[in-house]
């Protein structure tokens, strides 16, 4: 079982990757692999199967790594809608990770 603390960490680690991912595909290169990229892999799979505007909105925030007020700009929505629609995400990872635990 996950929690919600883990999927929030693991959303600020893909976050971080994809905001440093040119630093990172040279580091595998010479050095092999980080385990984030699994982590990665695995939020990708499950995101796939989300409604669209919380996948358009992942997106925007985790993979392009747009502020709440740039993504709010980017996508015509307010910053507050925005907001919860992240709060979204996290109960969306939480319910399908914990789905396919049991």
């Given at each position: 079982?996950i929690?919600?603390?883990?999927?929030?960490?693991?959303?600020a680690?893909?976050r971080?990757?994809?905001a440093?991912?040119d630093?990172?595909?040279k580091?595998?290169?010479?050095v092999?692999?980080?385990g984030?990229?699994?982590?990665?892999?695995?939020?990708?799979?499950?995101i796939?199967?989300?409604?669209?505007?919380?996948?358009?909105m992942?997106?925007c925030?985790?993979?392009q790594?747009?502020?709440?007020?740039?993504?709010?700009e980017m996508?015509?929505?307010?910053?507050?809608?925005?907001?919860?629609?992240n709060?979204?995400?996290v109960?969306?990872?939480?319910?399908?990770?914990?789905?396919?635990?049991?």
């Amino acid at each position: 079982m996950i929690t919600i603390e883990t999927i929030k960490t693991e959303l600020a680690n893909i976050r971080y990757y994809h905001a440093r991912k040119d630093s990172f595909d040279k580091a595998f290169d010479s050095v092999g692999q980080n385990g984030i990229l699994d982590t990665v892999n695995r939020y990708n799979q499950v995101i796939c199967t989300a409604p669209p505007r919380i996948y358009e909105m992942y997106v925007c925030l985790y993979v392009q790594c747009c502020t709440y007020e740039a993504a709010a700009e980017m996508l015509c929505y307010s910053v507050n809608y925005v907001y919860k629609t992240n709060k979204k995400i996290v109960d969306f990872f939480y319910e399908a990770m914990n789905r396919e635990a049991a």
